[in-house]
């Protein structure tokens, strides 16, 4: 059986390397040395490669595998509905139950009046529609100008041209040139400036500031994610969230929340929203919906917002092929359902306890373990030479990566993000199933 797994590791590896460039992933070294690993298969929080080693899969892959590898109970949802209809068009007005009943409970489990819902296949193509959906409900509203998107720097909002141009890590938001300029990014997580402190000295480029020089007349939304991962997995100080939601309010903005990472779960609660009891005009949600067994996102809506707009008497131009996609859909059903069966929410929290103790612990014994913080099961801490003198790392010292890549020796995945001068942060986010004696495990590594 290992003769067999080491002959297709060689042919896998070889093929991979000359036909196919990853996504975040360095070409070069790819080209130059094959994957990394090749995949087998996964069983709760384990990944098995081809070579037979055992992973514990610390980060859901990239946030979404929240239910944990190998699901058989997704695996048949899929296969029913795939057998039945695996696809059908939302276009044109055609219907299926899977999509209908996915429509209505996400409404059901989304904050406040958020009760309807556009479907597409991921996060990016969620937060594009989102400012289209903001920008199209204004101009219904006779509001021509309300064009521009204000969004965080370290905040993390995708790959299509909208949505990296929201992104405030620069690496993403500067590649190839995307350069649209109604899309401006604000310093993140000010909470006085959002509450109208001028004469703070960060004022300048926060929210408020921008919403102040642009012209609320020129603005349609905001974009935050409720806890910004990619950008560091960074929990906003008190009130902030509430500032933000009280100065969009006040200004007729949108408030759009990108729940890709925190929705469904991953943070304690449903919607990460619901940690600050906040109503955002529109959610943006992916990943967790279908715990990555299938490609799914969508646009959750005020009442406000979905009936402007469903009054609106003419061809919606705005759709994906897999808007709504049937086998999706029941996928999304189906892990709802288990999310709900199984305490999984409430699970998170007591999980994201355990974690919380781990980094507490881990504080205590190592000097350059700092910052250690979560909501739920989405955690991160820093790396720095000497925390109490707010020391980071010399340049030159990949400190996260170091310890990610000592940590892949060790077989746990985890995440290390750098993309700023001194920053060493590592991120942290297991499979919502994950029992303590598996978070003890990670720490322990
Ligand atoms: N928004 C957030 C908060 C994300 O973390 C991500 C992906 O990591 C996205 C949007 C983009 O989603 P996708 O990669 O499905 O397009």
């Known amino acids: 059986k290992n003769t067999t797994n080491e002959t297709l590791l060689k042919e896998l590896s070889e093929i991979d390397r000359l036909h196919h460039i990853h996504p975040s992933t360095n070409p070069k070294f790819h080209r130059d040395n094959g994957p990394k690993l090749v995949f087998k298969e996964g069983k709760g929080i384990y990944l098995y490669d081809l070579k037979g080693e055992e992973y514990i899969d610390g980060v859901s892959m990239l946030w979404n595998v929240n239910l944990g590898h190998g699901n058989k109970e997704l695996a048949e949802a899929a296969y029913e509905q795939m057998s039945s209809i695996a696809y059908a ?113 960060e004022y ?33 100080p008190e009130g902030y969230l509430e500032a933000v939601r009280k100065l969009c309010s006040e200004n007729n903005i949108h408030l759009i929340l990108d729940e890709v990472i925190c929705g469904f779960g ?94 507490e612990y881990l504080e205590g014994k190592y000097s350059f373990f700092t910052k250690g913080r979560n909501v739920g099961l989405l955690g991160g801490f820093d790396l720095m030479r000497s925390p109490e003198e707010n020391i980071p790392f010399e340049e030159s010292v990949k400190a996260a990566v170091t310890l990610v890549d000592e940590c892949f020796q060790r077989n746990l995945l985890i995440r290390p993000f750098d993309f ?14 994950i029992e303590k004696d598996e978070v003890e495990k990670i720490i322990a590594i």
């Open 89 to 201: 068009s939302a276009f044109y007005g055609y219907a299926n139950e899977s999509t209908a009943r996915l429509a209505k409970k996400v409404a059901s489990l989304t904050p406040g009046d958020l009760n309807t819902v556009f479907f597409t296949s991921g996060g990016s193509e969620s937060n594009d529609t989102a400012f289209k959906l903001s920008r199209f409900y204004w101009e219904l509203k006779g509001y021509k100008n309300k064009k521009k998107i204000i969004s965080l720097r370290r905040g993390y909002h995708g790959v299509t041209v909208a949505a990296q141009r929201a992104t405030g890590i620069e690496v993403y938001r500067n590649f190839s040139g995307s350069l649209d300029p109604n899309i401006v990014n604000a310093k993140p997580h000010l909470t006085e400036c959002e509450q109208g402190d001028k004469n703070h000295p």
């Open 204 to 236: 300048e480029g926060s929210i408020h500031s921008i919403i102040e020089k642009e012209g609320a007349e020129n603005i349609a939304a905001v974009i935050m994610e409720p806890i910004q991962g990619a950008g560091g997995v960074h929990i906003p």
């Open 266 to 359: 991953r943070t304690g609660k449903m919607f990460g929203a619901d940690n600050w009891n906040i109503v955002p005009d529109l959610i943006t949600f992916a990943k967790g919906i279908t715990s990555g067994y299938s490609q799914l996102g969508g646009v959750a809506m005020t009442d406000e917002i979905g009936n402007t707009i469903a009054q609106y008497d003419g061809m919606l131009p705005h759709g994906f092929t897999y808007s709504g996609h049937p086998t999706a859909c029941a996928v999304g059903l189906k892990n709802i359902e288990i999310l709900e069966r199984d305490n999984l929410v409430q699970h998170a929290v007591e999980m994201g306890e355990v974690l919380r103790q781990g980094f």
């Open 420 to 433: 700023e001068p001194g920053m060493n942060i590592v991120a942290v986010a297991p499979p919502l199933i």
